[in-house]
T-cell receptor, first 111, second 116 residues
Framework: GQQLNQSPQSMFIQEGEDVSMNCTSS?????WLWYKQDPGEGPVLLIA?????ELTSNGRLTAQFGITRKDSFLNISASIPSDVGIYFC???????????FGTGTRLKVLA | GAGVSQSPRYKVAKRGQDVALRCDPI?????LFWYQQALGQGPEFLTY????????KSGLPSDRFFAERPEGSVSTLKIQRTQQEDSAVYLC??????????????FGPGTRLTVL
């Protein structure tokens, strides 16, 4: 099925470093979402973006909805060990309910 | 409970067996979704219910997959004659209203199905 292109696939970083990941699509979407999934758990919503160009923060997390509506990025500042997990972008078109997910970025934080 | 629950959490089946996976959505949530998450991939949409009505089953991979939500609350995903390619985590999500615009989907922990 259709999936969004997410990069990097995985990253190892030192505690305290900033992290950046992005998500691209060949299609236009009206809403972009970022989720975190811990092992053995379902995805949990971190940030939702509803307008092209929108920049939204949630604590140490900042995400932006690209102006072309075909991409989004997520930044994590001053990473801590509990940031470990898999981060997924997701997107959908206004008026639908069907989320399209990215392939995930696996983040590992070295203390 | 406060969140979406799924059972069993783990299921091992022999190829050819039938399995049934249960989802208990958040109480009062109108919409319910099933997703399939293969190893190392993001979730992929399977089917959508609004109350007891199955409005979209376009993501079901074959006619061996069947989902129901007869009373508009608990849902069951059934897989008949399981195949090895059915091995995946099956996620259930619910949302408060119709599932459209700005209606957040809340995910359960998933059922990990392994077909031997």
């Amino acid at each position: 099925g259709q999936q969004l292109n997410q990069s990097p696939q995985s990253m190892f970083i030192q505690e305290g470093e900033d992290v950046s990941m992005n998500c691209t699509s060949s299609s236009i979407f009206n809403t972009w979402l970022w989720y975190k999934q811990d092992p053995g758990e379902g995805p949990v919503l971190l940030i939702a973006l509803y307008k092209a160009g929108e920049l939204t923060s949630n604590g140490r997390l900042t995400a932006q909805f690209g102006i072309t509506r075909k991409d989004s990025f997520l930044n994590i500042s001053a990473s801590i060990p509990s940031d470990v997990g898999i981060y997924f972008c997701a997107a959908y078109t206004s008026g639908t309910y069907k989320y399209i997910f990215g392939t995930g970025t696996r983040l590992k934080v070295l203390a | 409970g406060a969140g979406v629950s799924q059972s069993p959490r783990y299921k091992v089946a022999k190829r050819g067996q039938d399995v049934a996976l249960r989802c208990d959505p958040i109480s009062g949530h109108v919409s319910l979704f099933w997703y399939q998450q293969a190893l190392g991939q993001g979730p992929e949409f399977l089917t959508y219910f609004q109350n007891e009505a199955q409005l979209d089953k376009s993501g079901l991979p074959s006619d061996r997959f069947f989902a129901e939500r007869p009373e508009g609350s608990v849902s069951t995903l059934k897989i008949q004659r399981t195949q090895q390619e059915d091995s995946a985590v099956y996620l259930c999500a619910s949302s408060p209203t119709t599932g459209y615009d700005r209606d957040e989907q809340f995910f359960g922990p998933g059922t990990r199905l392994t077909v031997l």
